[in-house]
């Protein structure tokens, strides 16, 4: 009689662990989806943006210089950012060039004496972009 119960009490159990793992399991699968689901509307969204942003360009316009620039440093450096540093009299200049995509931005830091200064294409900038724009990629 005893074992019988004890047989009977392990059964229960078994059956609430099993349905507690399916309702998990169910759970789980939900989460999942949903976050399948916000990955593809975004990867849609940034794909019918990038579409925007290539019927918007005209086809015959005339590249800037700095285009060229940008596209020969995307080929030469791999995608994210890169970091070079070296001196040069008595400063020390920190390279990054950023690459995203065939496009690339040369940032720069130049540490003296007299002070910090920041670059990006040749162009002073203040140091919260090239925070951004360096680190924030």
């Given at each position: 009689?005893?074992?019988a119960?004890g047989?009977?009490?392990?059964?229960?159990?078994?059956d609430?662990l099993?349905?507690d793992?399916?309702e998990?399991?169910?759970?789980?699968k939900?989460?999942?989806?949903?976050?399948d689901?916000q990955?593809?509307?975004?990867?849609?969204?940034?794909?019918?943006?990038a579409?925007e942003r290539?019927?918007?360009?005209?086809?015959n316009?005339?590249?800037d210089?700095?285009?060229?620039?940008?596209?020969?440093?995307?080929?030469?450096?791999?995608?994210g950012?890169?970091e070079e540093?070296?001196?040069?009299?008595?400063k020390?200049i920190?390279?990054?060039?950023?690459?995203d995509?065939?496009?690339?931005?040369?940032y720069?830091?130049v540490?003296?004496?007299?002070g910090?200064?920041y670059?990006?294409?040749?162009?002073?900038?203040?140091?919260m972009?090239w925070?951004?724009?360096?680190?924030?990629?």
């Open positions: 009689m005893a074992v119960e047989q009977e009490a392990l059964k229960v159990r078994g609430d099993a349905q793992n399916r998990q399991v169910v759970e789980t939900d989460v999942l989806q949903r976050r689901a990955l593809s509307q975004r990867s849609t969204d940034q794909r019918l943006a579409q290539i019927s918007s360009t005209s086809l316009e005339p590249k210089f700095t285009d060229y620039n940008r596209s020969k440093l995307a080929t030469e450096y791999p995608q950012v890169t540093s070296y001196t040069e009299g008595n020390v920190v390279r990054r060039v950023v690459v995509g065939n496009k690339a931005d040369e720069s830091k540490i003296a004496k007299w910090t200064f670059f990006r294409n040749g162009q002073s900038i203040t140091e972009i925070t951004n724009g360096t680190e924030g990629e």
